[in-house]
């Protein structure tokens, strides 16, 4: 049974910091592994979408990386803002579980 | 194109009461899934449907249940409301089933009084 661990589960950081969030995961069989942002009483925002063969993606100022051998994806956010404020969820969706399994998610708060 | 769409986004039931929830996917996407959220629980896993059949089904109690029509779009069911059953409930849509990278809707936000 995969299972989908997030450390921390709040971080708080003054504006301007790049900061990493990390999700490790220990069944490495996976299809691939998605991080989500949401906003508080909000559905999930796909950020941002690694296949198992990848080893990163990058949307602006969003870098995920993925070692599926460590069991670990990372998401840098450079130059945090305050609207970057919100939970970020990592999704893992293994190869024959025909779903994904869930982080508990980060609550980052950027303050001004 | 039109993102996954929910409704209704907020529902005040009874316990004892049933509820009728729906989802209509990212045109194209034959997937459909069902996450509960809660505070203490996170994000649970109810079923995914694909070409209107169930393909995989969470760790829920028969009250819920779901079904997709020809068009992709899909609704869930739960009878005989508790308490507990309080929650957000999220839809996501895929190209294929079993994930592979979802598009969630903004949610049904579900009281149960």
């Known amino acids: 049974k995969q299972e989908v661990t997030q450390i921390p589960a709040a971080l708080s950081v003054p504006e301007g910091e790049n900061l990493v969030l990390n999700c490790s995961f220990t069944d490495s069989a996976i299809y691939n592994l998605q991080w989500f942002r949401q906003d508080p009483g909000k559905g999930l925002t796909s950020l941002l979408l690694?296949?198992?063969?990848?080893r990163e993606q990058t949307s602006g100022r969003l870098n995920a990386s993925l070692d599926k051998s460590s069991g670990r994806s990372t998401l840098y956010i450079a130059a945090s803002q305050p609207g970057d404020s919100a939970t970020y969820l990592c999704a893992v969706d293994n190869t024959n579980a025909g779903k994904s399994t869930f982080g508990d998610g980060t609550t980052l708060t950027v303050k001004p | 194109k039109a993102g996954v769409t929910q409704t209704p986004r907020y529902l005040i039931k009874t316990r004892g009461q049933q509820v009728t929830l729906s989802c209509s996917p990212i045109s194209g996407h034959r997937s459909v899934s069902w996450y509960q959220q809660t505070p203490g629980q996170g994000l649970q896993f109810l079923f995914e449907y694909f070409s209107e059949t169930q393909r995989n089904k969470g760790n829920f109690p028969g009250r819920f249940s779901g079904r997709q029509f020809s068009n992709s779009r899909s609704e869930m069911n739960v009878s005989t409301l508790e308490l507990g059953d309080s929650a957000l409930y999220l839809c996501a849509s895929s190209l294929w089933q079993g994930g592979r990278g979802y598009t969630f809707g903004s949610g049904t936000r579900l009281t149960v009084v």
């Open positions: 690694i296949q198992s063969s990848q």
